[in-house]
């Protein structure tokens, strides 16, 4: 998998976690990745979302992977 790189679009301690992919072209990846967190009892609730996928064929293969 490796590493990449990417920067920080928003940031909510404890709730939100935003983030856009520098090499998004290059490798396929979504340019944008999302994580919400929900406190739910004594534990949490993370929803990972990823937007921006390409409107390609090639696209089905990575939202899928």
């Given at each position: 998998l490796g590493e990449k790189e990417g920067f920080f679009v928003d940031l909510e301690p404890g709730k939100k976690v935003a983030?856009?992919?520098k090499s998004a072209t290059?490798?396929?990846a979504p340019p944008l990745s999302s994580f919400f967190i929900e406190a739910k009892g004594r534990g949490?609730?993370?929803t990972l979302l990823h937007?921006?996928?390409?409107a390609k064929a090639t696209a089905?293969?990575?939202f899928l992977g």
């Open positions: 983030w856009m992919w290059r490798n396929g949490c609730e993370v937007c921006g996928f390409f089905d293969r990575s």
